[in-house]
């Protein structure tokens, strides 16, 4: 609650801004307009001052909420192979940006955003749903890599271009110069020469210095060019060239040769800011705050015990319009998921249809989960665009029948592609790990990784109030009778199970949980007793954005069974990881506000307040342990891919063409093998 004073502080702050706005309103000149200049966007969005009551609600709540996330420390300084990659001190940051000022909000907010980027974790950061994607900037010129060195202008991207933005195209049209004006299609496949008079490179790694999310620096540069995701209609990523969460950037400078052409063309191309889908319309400054700013019904935690938890689905929760997943049901939230957040919109654009796979999707295929039988006759394809779709048990009946379909049709081999998989239900990875491998002492019981769970002052008062029966109907996370132990036994009902085991990390004293095994086995659903793969027949392929329960499936492959992994598309010139970011298990503000308030615990001078604003906190809550050295978490251990693949021009973006390279490249020696055997 807020104090009176600060409340009436804050009315006549306003009162006088928008007294003195009145003349001209930057938000009303967009109102109602689909697509605007980023000039113009960027002037309604920053014609807001601080709010000093408002900034310090935020700093407060994002530095309070920081004590569950279990990664602070250990992101001051990563250890190898990351020492170069993460080194973000976020505590020292909240005070940093406390002391400054600055010319509007949302500079105040960019500053927050791009310091939790630097973590390069995408569980962990701060989102503002009044300024992240409420214009979302292209330019329609998607870019790809060559041979691991070229980059090119996407051969696709005229036709991705007028698929998705329709009459605005003409806007670009009119943009080109000279001869090339109306042409736009003529710059499809170009050779991109430079970006702003430098060579495109310095773009690439400009931006993977900032684009956050991912630990490695090759993942983040992946990020720049165009990309696919597996759906039922399949998606279209445009990169971060082509695709801004701000409306920062107006234009760009370009020097192209076009294709079939041996000289240069240089040309300057506008981007253009699009208001988003999942914002709300508003006709001038006072209710573009009001629809988009401020706090929701779903933006802070609620009593478990008062209002009682939804049970509709919400895919507007602002927590939903960040996670890196399809939208999902309330009633299969309850399963524990480790998933990334962007400030991006996780439905991009339509792969086009001439490039997604011509043979038909096996029938056990299901949203996320596609199932393809190759022309060898020998390798099947599983393409999973996610670790979660909009219903639990048909999505494990999919991957469990699909699996079995294409042993049935004769596939000895499996590729499993899981290209801009930003994770979803943890025990997914662990049944996809289980049904392909069989019973054996990797898979059963533990098919994942051992965690813990950060024991701060706050989250002990939790634990130690449920212990004495204040989660009756046992809704809370810290309820002992939702986790197990190192052995996989369940803890007692009543055991202080958060009691801390004290560590020192990067010269920081921090406490954590004991070792917590699985919680996932039993299987609601009976697996097969025997392999339906074996090991060495099968591949995990990716753009190396794999990330979460993608990576703790991943890992736990790689690892533990033998699997092969490959990063397609990447730098020639560098190694690429095969995973992204690990985690153990990820959530955010208001499921620990609704921990705290629900153990009657929200006047506790450790607990955060609620948010004023319509922002978003995501954290790491489960921090997974290493195979190679259990430990040390895997977060931080090394992850090479087996195989790093450049793609060819007529590669790029086309799964099917890409899916068949990779199983000869992948499995043709032992075809010829198995070819010989017989013929002797």
């Known amino acids: 609650m807020m104090p009176p004073q600060a409340s009436l502080f804050r009315a006549l702050?306003?009162?006088?801004?928008?007294?003195?706005?009145?003349?001209?309103?930057?938000?009303?000149?967009?109102?109602?307009?689909?697509?605007?200049?980023?000039?113009?966007?960027?002037?309604?969005?920053?014609?807001?001052?601080?709010?000093?009551?408002?900034?310090?609600?935020?700093?407060?709540?994002?530095?309070?909420?920081l004590a569950f996330h279990t990664s602070t420390n250990y992101q001051i300084h990563a250890p190898e192979p990351f020492e170069d990659q993460v080194h973000e001190d976020l505590a020292r940051d909240l005070a940093r940006i406390g002391a400054s000022e600055y010319a509007s909000d949302f500079d105040f907010h960019l500053d927050m955003y791009r310091s939790f980027k630097l973590v390069n974790d995408g569980h962990c950061g701060v989102y503002n749903l009044c300024y992240d994607s409420l214009y979302v900037t292209y330019l329609p010129i998607p870019l790809v890599l060559v041979n691991g060195h070229d980059v090119q202008i996407a051969p696709e991207a005229f036709d991705v271009a007028t698929a998705e933005f329709g009459e605005e195209i003409s806007f670009w049209q009119e943009a080109l110069p000279g001869d090339l004006k109306g042409k736009?299609?003529?710059?499809?496949?170009?050779?991109?020469?430079?970006?702003?008079?430098?060579?495109?490179?310095?773009?690439?790694?400009?931006?993977?210095?900032?684009?956050?999310?991912?630990?490695?620096?090759?993942?983040?540069?992946?990020?720049?060019?165009?990309?696919?995701?597996?759906?039922?209609?399949?998606?279209?990523?445009?990169?971060?060239?082509?695709?801004?969460?701000?409306?920062?950037?107006?234009?760009?400078?370009?020097?192209?040769?076009?294709t079939n052409e041996t000289g240069t063309t240089a040309l300057t191309l506008p981007y253009r800011s699009r208001f988003s889908a999942g914002a709300v319309n508003f006709t001038d400054s006072a209710s573009y705050r009001a629809n988009n700013c401020v706090a929701t019904n779903h933006t802070n935690g609620r009593d478990a015990y008062e209002s009682g938890l939804a049970s509709e689905q919400d895919a507007t929760a602002p927590y939903a319009r960040v996670q890196q997943q399809p939208a999902l049901p309330v009633r299969d939230r309850r399963h524990g998921m480790s998933v990334i957040m962007d400030g991006a919109p996780y439905a991009d654009l339509a792969l086009p249809v001439t490039m997604r796979p011509s043979t038909p999707a096996l029938n056990e295929s299901y949203s996320?989960?596609?199932?393809?039988?190759?022309?060898?006759?020998?390798?099947?394809?599983?393409?999973?665009?996610?670790?979660?779709?909009?219903?639990?048990?048909?999505?494990?009946?999919?991957?469990?029948?699909?699996?079995?379909?294409?042993?049935?049709?004769?596939?000895?081999?499996?590729?499993?592609?899981?290209?801009?998989?930003?994770?979803?239900?943890?025990?997914?990875?662990?049944?996809?790990?289980?049904?392909?491998?069989?019973?054996?002492?990797?898979?059963?019981?533990?098919?994942?990784?051992?965690?813990?769970?950060?024991?701060?002052?706050?989250?002990?008062?939790?634990?130690?109030?449920?212990?004495?029966?204040?989660?009756?109907?046992?809704?809370?996370?810290?309820?002992?009778a939702q986790w197990r132990n190192a052995t996989h036994q369940p803890f007692p009902a009543e055991s202080d199970w958060l009691e801390p085991e004290e560590v020192v990390i990067n010269g920081h004293a921090d406490a954590f949980s004991q070792r917590m095994g699985q919680e996932c086995q039993p299987f609601d659903m009976d697996p097969p007793t025997e392999a339906l793969f074996e090991p060495e027949n099968v591949i995990i392929m990716s753009n190396g954005r794999c990330a979460s329960s993608c990576s703790l499936f991943s890992i736990t492959m790689a690892k533990e069974e033998g699997v092969r992994t490959l990063v397609y598309g990447g730098s020639a010139d560098r190694a690429q990881q095969y995973c992204g970011v690990v985690g153990g298990q990820s959530t955010d503000f208001s499921t620990m506000d609704t921990e705290v308030k629900s153990a009657k615990l929200k006047n506790n001078t450790l607990s955060p307040p609620d948010f004023l604003t319509n922002s978003v906190q995501g954290i790491t809550w489960r921090l997974g342990y290493g195979i190679d050295d259990p430990l040390e978490p895997e977060e931080w251990q090394d992850h090479p891919a087996d195989i790093n693949l450049p793609v060819s021009f007529d590669m790029v973006n086309k799964p099917e063409v890409l899916w068949a390279h990779v199983a000869g490249l992948a499995f043709s020696k032992k075809l010829s093998f198995i070819a010989q055997q017989s013929s002797g």
Not at 199 to 228: C, H, K, L, M
Request: charged share 15%; net charge negative.
């Open 13 to 65: 702050f306003w009162v006088s801004i928008l007294a003195s706005a009145y003349a001209y309103d930057a938000c009303a000149e967009v109102a109602g307009k689909t697509w605007v200049l980023p000039s113009e966007a960027r002037a309604c969005l920053r014609s807001f001052p601080v709010d000093p009551v408002v900034k310090a609600n935020v700093i407060e709540v994002v530095n309070k909420t």
């Open 184 to 258: 736009l299609h003529r710059l499809s496949g170009a050779r991109v020469l430079a970006i702003n008079g430098a060579d495109p490179w310095v773009a690439i790694d400009a931006n993977a210095e900032i684009a956050g999310g991912y630990q490695a620096f090759t993942t983040r540069q992946n990020g720049f060019f165009a990309s696919y995701r597996a759906s039922s209609g399949w998606d279209y990523m445009m990169g971060n060239f082509a695709q801004l969460t701000h409306p920062l950037l107006d234009s760009v400078d370009l020097i192209l040769r076009l």
């Open 368 to 480: 996320v989960a596609q199932f393809f039988m190759l022309d060898d006759s020998q390798t099947g394809v599983l393409a999973l665009g996610s670790f979660s779709a909009p219903n639990f048990t048909a999505f494990q009946e999919s991957l469990l029948y699909g699996l079995v379909a294409l042993k049935a049709r004769g596939a000895s081999n499996l590729i499993v592609d899981v290209t801009n998989n930003g994770g979803g239900y943890i025990c997914i990875a662990h049944w996809l790990h289980r049904i392909i491998v069989g019973r054996k002492p990797t898979s059963e019981p533990q098919a994942g990784l051992d965690t813990t769970t950060r024991a701060g002052p706050l989250a002990q008062l939790i634990v130690r109030r449920i212990t004495e029966g204040g989660d009756p109907e046992e809704h809370l996370l810290y309820n002992p």
